[in-house]
């Protein structure tokens, strides 16, 4: 009988054992950030009290102390939690690419394919500015219209970085309410833009294009790739929004610090009718992103405004801003976008009404 021979261990195994050391390594430096931002977040209002008062030398309960406490807390207290979330979302788009989105989508029908676009926008990686390649993309592999505005009306106004900050800001209950009725108006004006069938106002050019065979799969990604696209969603996206976020909260500051709550409260609260509609009118024009608008949400909520007529603001501003509308003039006719606008301004004022009545 032959003794067995032991086999050495070849270049794959070693391989695999320093990826499985890498990857253990990586979750325990993961622990270990996750332990340190917890222990700084808690300290952030004490710090800011603090240099406020002592380091400034500014009395709280003064108007200026009042906005550069504000200020002090609120950079850092948003940046954190734009930081957690995104690196989380960065993850989780990993396994979303627009290749596999169309996939999922093309050849639904208009009912279950407007509710799987909706909460496809709330995790995939697009934005405004992403509107006419997707729109492009999206009917050139069979996707229904109406499924795509669902998806286009999702993806800027119901994503990771408003829920985030609505979650930290202002508790469950808030975010919730924004993401079902986010999640909503884009169902059903999906179903009311897919059900009038106008397909013939989408700019001609767009169904000469050939939608190709599509991408190739997605390779497996190990989790030290997944982990390092995190991080590289938190380079671009926090990157690019901290500016909007600064000016945002720097706005929110003044408003909190400076503006009489009696006088918000009667420009925007529940006993004038017309806050609402007007609240939309004032955030079509403005061009901001869920990081910049909603400090401003806030310093407008604790001066008595209405939170139905400030969600309205806050909607309008996020999903029907003019740059997308004119981005979007490239492949839609003037009357689509009316349509668009009509159909998804609408709702908005169902919302605002509806939170201003029962809250």
Not at 21 to 34: D, E, H, I, K, Y
Not at 105 to 129: D, H, I, N
Not at 145 to 156: D, E, H, K, M, Q
Not at 234 to 244: E, K
């Amino acid at each position: 009988m032959g003794l067995a021979t032991a086999t050495p261990a070849g270049p794959a195994s070693a391989a695999a054992d320093t990826s499985r050391w890498r990857t253990l390594r990586q979750g325990f430096l993961l622990l270990l950030a996750g332990a340190g931002w917890w222990l700084a977040y808690s300290q952030l209002a004490a710090a800011a009290s603090w240099l406020t008062s002592e380091g400034l030398g500014l009395p709280l309960r003064e108007p200026l102390g009042s906005a550069v406490q504000f200020f002090l807390y609120e950079v850092p207290k948003v940046l954190m939690l734009l930081t957690l979330v995104v690196f989380g979302v960065g993850i989780v788009r990993s396994f979303f690419t627009p290749e596999r989105t169309r996939r999922v989508l093309a050849g639904r029908r208009e009912g279950v394919g407007s509710v799987l676009a909706a909460l496809l926008g709330v995790v995939t990686p697009f934005c405004s500015c992403s509107a006419v390649p997707l729109f492009v993309g999206f009917v050139t592999t069979g996707v229904p219209l109406g499924v795509t505005f669902s998806f286009l009306v999702s993806a800027p106004m119901v994503n990771e970085i408003a829920l985030a900050l609505l979650f930290g800001l202002f508790g469950w209950r808030v975010a919730a309410l924004y993401a079902g009725t986010g999640l909503a108006i884009a169902v059903v004006s999906g179903l009311v833009i897919g059900r009038l069938r106008l397909e013939s106002w989408v700019e001609p050019w767009v169904y000469r294009i050939s939608a190709g065979a599509g991408g190739p799969e997605d390779e497996r990604l190990s989790w030290g790739r997944r982990l390092g696209l995190g991080r590289e969603a938190v380079r671009d996206i926090v990157g690019r929004v901290w500016p909007y976020l600064l000016g945002g909260i720097a706005l929110g500051a003044g408003i909190h610090g400076y503006v009489p709550q009696d006088f918000m409260a009667s420009f925007m609260g529940r006993g004038a009718w017309w806050s609402v509609p007007l609240a939309v009118l004032i955030g079509i024009p403005l061009y901001s992103n869920a990081a910049g608008i909603i400090p401003i949400v806030q310093a407008l909520l604790g001066k008595g405004a209405a939170l139905g007529t400030v969600l309205a603001f806050m909607m309008s501003v996020i999903a029907l801003s003019l740059p997308e509308m004119v981005i979007l003039r490239k492949v839609l006719s003037l009357r689509l976008i009316a349509v668009f606008v009509a159909v998804v301004g609408t709702g908005i004022l169902v919302v605002g009404y509806l939170f201003n009545l029962v809250l």
